[in-house]
């Protein structure tokens, strides 16, 4: 039984850190344009408006992204209805990126209050260390990837496509990230 799950836990672990990664690497997009925003008097002033409310009422600002991207789930809902796919898809980018950048801000606004509730400190604490396990999983694999990839490098690369990857890679890395959670 046990040789019949591993496939199933690496996949698991593989999309956990899938999305962990876009969270992380999202989130270095995010900033870019949050710092076109006046984010320090942005922060403190919902950081303000959120210091009344109880730790439970907190968990309601949780709920505003999803709440203002309603109108852009039910866009793609029409969208897709009528056949225009791409647009679609299109949208739903879109919203995926303001809606992980909304989140981001919520939750860092509320981090501290909803960890004084002790569920949601359980649940945290239990995501983090699923995020290391599934690291942990994933690592030995990723490694011969890794190594084969820079051998590839030193080599002299594989074609136009993969520099390019390299290089956008490469670019990430370089760039200055403030970190929002």
Not at 13 to 26: M, S
Request: hydrophobic letters at 55%; aromatic letters at 8%; charged letters at 25%.
């Amino acid at each position: 039984m046990r040789r019949l799950l591993k496939p199933l836990w690496i996949a698991l672990a593989a999309a956990f850190l899938l999305e962990a990664w876009l969270w992380d690497h999202g989130r270095s997009l995010v900033t870019a344009v949050m710092n076109r925003v006046p984010w320090q008097r942005l922060r403190t002033g919902a950081k303000n408006l959120i210091a009344p409310l109880p730790p439970q009422g907190t968990l309601a600002v949780l709920a505003i992204p999803a709440v203002l991207l309603l109108p852009l789930k039910v866009t793609v809902v029409w969208l897709v209805f009528k056949g225009a796919w791409i647009s679609a898809m299109a949208v739903l980018a879109f919203a995926k990126v303001i809606g992980l950048g909304l989140s981001a801000f919520a939750f860092d606004v509320c981090r501290d209050k909803l960890l004084e509730l002790p569920l949601f400190r359980r649940v945290y604490e239990r995501t983090l260390a699923a995020r290391r396990w599934a690291k942990d999983l994933i690592d030995p694999m990723l490694d011969p990837i890794r190594r084969q990839i820079r051998g590839r490098l030193e080599r002299g690369g594989t074609g136009r496509r993969f520099r390019f990857i390299v290089r956008l890679r490469s670019k990430m890395r370089r760039e200055p990230s403030s970190k929002v959670a």
